[in-house]
């Protein structure tokens, strides 16, 4: 993945050393990695339909950077991948006869607040669609490598493009349909459209993928990067990881085998009615 020197996104606040939950990181060790993965499993890419309760007191206690001030390689990674993001997705909506909203991108450190409550390292990345901003705390990718073994630059570029995804969801009008079909299953049924949210969402990553491949010179290498972190961060992987017990209907992300599966449907069309996991009569 040849990212260095590309444009970066100016819809990037960095809020990294501004408090707001360092004590967390000192817990350490076995216990801050089973906390990551509970709350991975439990859903934290669908904190917008958990109704934005405030999780804590703790606000951010210094000025964010400016929008474009790229102050590490970290956040010009973030910033290009985003910037990716923004040409592709504007270019499909365009061809559709839309216009598209880009995304806000939040990387903080701790925890942090957001229009859906308050933003904390166990959450892991998630999209708020209350502010339309997707919130990162960039030592998940240090996570990923080294106890999930889903390093890589595109395995994290894959972690990003997926929240984007949550974004175009967003703009299509899809997470508000969700959400009320949602508040009126039963908890089968709404873990059940939460797999279906998320799988598209990793459509929609593969899809951009696709789109982006030229201009971020991937390689076959790159691609199974993603394919790998998907299987990684699958319900199935985790709930082992976290309970020693696989339990399908408690799924709300889908299994390694179906994110990989939607990733890899996404890229090789880049069709986006291809992501139509709704339609899906396999799931």
Known sequence: MDWRGKRTSDRI?????????????????????????????????????????????????????????????????????????????????????YEYSRPRLVLYEGGTTSGCGFAQSAMGPFYCPNDQTVFLDTSFFQMMQQQMGAGGDFAYAYVIAHEVGHHVQNELGLLGEVNARRARASERESNALSVRVELQADCYAGLWAHEAAAGLNLTDGDIREALNTAERIGDDTLQRASRGRVVPDSFTHGSGDQRREWFYRGFRTGDPAACDTFAATDL
């Open 13 to 97: 606040e960095d809020r990294r050393g501004a408090g707001g939950g360092r004590a967390m990181r000192r817990t350490g060790g076995l216990g801050l990695i089973i906390v990551l993965l509970v709350g991975i499993f439990f859903g934290v890419d669908l904190s917008p339909f958990l109704g934005g309760g405030t999780i804590g007191p703790v606000p951010s206690r210094q000025a964010p950077t400016g929008p474009n001030e790229i102050n590490d390689e970290m956040e010009e990674f973030v910033g290009v991948v985003l910037a990716q993001t923004e040409e592709v997705w504007s270019g499909i909506f365009e061809a559709s006869g």
